[in-house]
């Protein structure tokens, strides 16, 4: 369960606090867990309405997402709680763009202008999103290695297939 461990410092906090002037949170929320919302305590992911548990494949992909983002910046304790917001509004239109995505394929024609314009903005709102909590492109190394060092790999290749020669047997010994 992803959105305990979201909140598994703060209850270990407050499990071992002595005191309930202990238990306030770093905001000044000075009420108990149970006085706050089961959402708030990490027991559910939504707040109860007349659809559903949490418990559905929609919710468990986007605990998923959370996780995930979460990981990427650095854990749960890394992150504060307006980007665990801006994260959950992430994953939500992530789940969202998948769902999209799936009905497109499953299509035999192509998708409506309307479902196109969804997408394309629910995409561009995410990556918004996901620059405001600071998840980035990270470009990587393309440079080409130096004339030396690529003639030493290929020195060490042609070593290599001269002791073991191609399509030769070894029998799993050398």
Known sequence: MAEQ?????????LASAGTPD??????????????????????????????GDGNGVWARRMRDVIALHVSDLGGWDAVSEAEKSILRRA????????????????????????????????TNTLRRALEAVGIQR??????????????????????????????AQTNGRE
């Open 5 to 13: 461990s979201a909140v598994s410092g703060l209850v270990n906090r």
């Open 22 to 51: 202990d238990c306030r949170l770093a905001a000044g929320d000075a009420r108990l867990p149970d006085q706050r919302s089961a959402v708030t305590n990490g027991k559910r992911l939504f707040v109860r309405g007349s659809q």
């Open 91 to 122: 994953a939500t239109l992530t789940c969202e763009l998948e769902r999209l995505e799936a009905r497109f394929s499953n299509s035999d024609h192509s998708p409506r202008d309307g479902d196109l314009q969804t997408y394309q903005r629910l």
């Open 138 to 167: 990270r470009p990587r190394d393309v440079t080409p290695p130096t004339v030396d060092v690529y003639l030493g790999s290929l020195n060490r290749s042609k070593a290599e297939s001269e002791i073991h020669p191609p399509g």
